[in-house]
């Protein structure tokens, strides 16, 4: 444990580097797959019908978090889905 100018053990230091390698990773991402954290996204969902038939809908979704290898979206409902970014990238409706 590294320790501060009076010789005290100082947690700070070694807890801040991970949080920082973290938020950079988390930025990289945000530029690779063109969405950030709070964004709104379309995607779209194939949806059963009364019927027999499959109807596909347009889903507003806000982005959570980008995780290392999937994303979680939350609706307006409070249900949070999460998608692997390559099924991610098909269901995305750029509008």
């Not at 991970?18 to 709104?40: F, L, M, Q």
């Not at 969902?45 to 809908?57: A, L, N, P, T, Y």
């Not at 939350?74 to 750029?94: I, P």
């Amino acid at each position: 444990m590294i320790k501060n100018g009076s010789g005290c053990p100082d947690p700070t230091y070694e807890q801040a580097l991970p949080a920082i390698r973290r938020e950079e990773n988390i930025r990289a991402r945000e530029k690779r797959y063109g969405v950030k954290r709070g964004d709104i996204v379309y995607i779209k969902v194939e949806v059963k019908d009364d019927g027999r038939r499959i109807v596909k809908v347009s889903r507003r979704m806000q982005v959570v978090d980008l995780y290392e290898h999937h994303i979680l979206l939350r609706h307006k409902t409070g249900a949070c889905e999460s998608y692997q970014y390559d099924d991610f990238l098909e269901r995305l409706d750029r509008r």
